[in-house]
């Protein structure tokens, strides 16, 4: 029997999670819900309902997992733990700071549903993670590096647009070569937030409208920009949507350890990630956790989850001996 | 309290979970078993018996986890499954052809004894295993490809020494750099085996030995060499034991993938390591599942195991809370 999934929140991530599920045969798509008018949201899987999300108390028993696809700042901090009482839920919350939190409330609610939940799943947070941890246990003596890049930051992108004059705009996050050269040769540098990360905007302004000013206003932002090294470009309308399209991204993790009865040998491990679609991958890491997620429940597995807690081959469609005999 | 290890096979992977034991506070080296003259063997850590494997029944109640340090072809095969009766075990059983069949003889010991054991630990198998089969998952539309090296094979070089005339031997194993470029750009080649991998050996030739043989011998063993372009060197055994001391070794493994409704994206996974010791590493990786196993037995689990089975919270000494905390 299929695992049947409901998407809550139809965008960039909702897309990529109907786009992951045609690549899953075990799994199918069961509804969309939206609080959108559902007559206004129009899916690329033919024959799926589209639901006003106050309707989805009647989808309790026809949802095996459901993937919350919203925002990690207001909706999924608020939704998942309502959700987690009647549905084995999935998000991909990011706001790294607010994690204890936001578990001990879908923990609760979960295990007062007897359901099971999973949170931050993705890349970063997700298998960025895993592989910090996996990592960071298997060579105690050593440092971490994540490195994200070159590739689209939409919070930074957003922080940009709400500047005055500023029609659209697009920010890349760029690794810095000679940081990532003196990681990867074994050296266990102490960054600061500039050394490791340089910014590239790409800017369409207001016709007349003060680039330098503009310009001024993005190097200076705090939190966003001013710790880093800020590159400003001011480009058309037509070339953003011929050059900037797509949202690319990627990164890689790196622990840099050392082993030996006198420290004398270093050893490099590397996570790398190189994406066309950063929300088409997240998607299908969410994907993959949402099989785990609905045969741990079935198997009688309630609460909150992380990546930490679920033993990999609850990730495959595959036996324990098809990947005995082939992955391992 | 501490996690009470014992080493079967004091060589150069005994030595290196000696030295393991060594950089986690949570692990103490109970014992180490050979079948040589006790008295014959010296640890680098002072204080701990050194016991002949005949004694090794006295120590059922001192042990939490046996580390089996022996060769894959005729040692673990045998020693595995006797010894998982009475003892949580683990070992680096790397035949990957026979991993079915010892799967499934360590798990009947196992279950007997009510022990819990894991099985092919490492790197590759090991952490390569889990990489592959977890990219495998999150992106199903796919291929995986596995480059060696640059490298020492411990298993080609002792080839190389049972030739006629050869003293002393090093095999490296080398990935051909056009075939990753190739890869990490997201084509999707299908390789021959000389396409992936070129072989280096370094040979220390007898006095007067015909090294036109000794070079054709070589580059046409069967299985070995035959396959590969191989490069021949004789050197003198000064550069020997100069240049070819370490056994160094690494790899990576990548996942390329394609999203989107029309699988227009390309996604690229790659798990990268660069050791300087490749028995260190190993036997880093088999500790971290040491303590995986350990507690997973405390909880009641019996039978075998493998990477795909441990949830990776396991691994870490640290609580669910520190890891959501501050790796998540």
């Not at 495959?316 to 098809?322: A, I, Q, R, V």
């Amino acid at each position: 029997m299929s695992i049947r999934i409901g998407i809550l929140g139809y965008g960039n991530l909702g897309r990529g999670v109907e786009s992951a599920i045609r690549q899953n045969e075990d799994m199918e798509l069961a509804a969309v819900f939206t609080r959108r008018a559902p007559e206004s949201v129009s899916l690329r899987t033919p024959g799926i309902p589209v639901v006003n999300v106050d309707e989805i108390g009647a989808w309790k028993d026809k949802i095996d997992v459901l993937i919350l696809c919203g925002g990690s700042a207001t909706d999924l901090p608020v939704q998942t733990p309502i959700y987690a009482k009647d549905f084995n839920v999935i998000n991909s919350f990011d706001t790294h700071a607010r994690i204890p939190e936001h578990f001990a409330a879908v923990d609760a609610a979960a295990k007062e549903g007897g359901k099971a939940g999973l949170i931050s799943c993705g890349w970063d947070p997700g298998m960025f993670s895993l592989l910090r941890m996996i990592s960071t246990a298997c060579l105690p003596d050593g440092k971490n590096y994540t490195f994200w890049g070159r590739g689209v930051s939409q919070g930074h992108s957003d922080a940009v647009r709400r500047i005055e004059g500023v029609v659209d705009a697009r920010q890349y996050t760029i690794p810095v070569e000679d940081a990532v050269a003196r990681v990867r040769a074994g050296e266990q540098p102490e960054f600061v937030t500039r050394e490791m990360h340089t910014r590239e905007v790409f800017v369409v302004a207001e016709e007349g409208a003060d680039k330098a000013r503009i310009e001024k206003e993005i190097k200076e932002m705090p939190n966003y920009f001013a710790d880093y090294d800020t590159t400003v470009h001011f480009i058309s309308m037509d070339e953003m949507k011929r050059d900037h399209a797509g949202l690319p991204h990627g990164g890689f993790v790196i622990r840099s350890g050392r082993t030996g009865f006198e420290n004398e040998h270093t050893e490099i491990i590397e996570y790398n990630l190189k994406l066309d679609s950063n929300p088409e991958f997240t998607s299908s890491v969410i994907i993959a956790y949402a099989r785990a997620v609905a045969r741990m429940a079935a198997e009688g597995k309630t609460g909150c989850m992380t990546v930490f807690d679920v033993p990999p081959a609850y990730l495959s469609p595959l036996s324990g001996e098809e990947l005995r005999a082939h992955l391992l």
